[in-house]
């Protein structure tokens, strides 16, 4: 099981870029298919590897590179073995799992449970200035502000992308993570 993880994380968005879906091209007929948050998490590793931060980021100056989990984890095991062991910018990836925004420290991106959802609006008004990379699988979070939007495409995980609100925290997206998302919103973030 850690096996297959570990290789979907590190081929899951080449893959992605040359026109094949997750997780249906990297199954195989007699393989059993990947869980929907085993995808997710290959996805959370591999935003890393396709993001630039500011040099001048309280997490640019940490030893590892925190992929946070803000509220209850609906990863279980499959987070830890995805990036078991990998490096991104020459630093140990690390999992770390916060109940508060306040937390953040030190995280470049971070997953935003649904149960937060009711509180986004404060969330991401808190991690405003933090350039962090957000994430969630939350319907609207995109139009809420949001960077990335895990959406369920004809059963595959997909993700729309909120360009103007990673700008805005200082962050450069590749332009092969854009090609592959499912949707690039341009303008303003909401509220502005």
Partial sequence: MIRRVEKLSRISLAVAVVGACLPT???RANAPAHTEYEVKAAYLY??????EWPQNSAASHENQ???CVLGHDPFGAALDATIS???IDGKNVVARRISKPGEAGGC???FITPGKGGQMKGILAA??????LTVSDVPMFVEDGGMVEFVMTDERVRFEINLAAARQ???NLSSELLKVAARVMQ???QGE
């Fill in 127 to 132: 991690l405003e200035n933090s350039s962090v």
């Fill in 65 to 67: 590179f925190a992929i």
């Fill in 85 to 87: 062991g990998e490096k």
């Fill in 187 to 189: 303008g303003p973030v």
């Fill in 46 to 51: 591999n935003f890393g590897r396709f993001v």
């Fill in 108 to 110: 470049r991106v971070i």
């Fill in 25 to 27: 091209s990297l199954t």
């Fill in 169 to 171: 925290a200082g962050l």
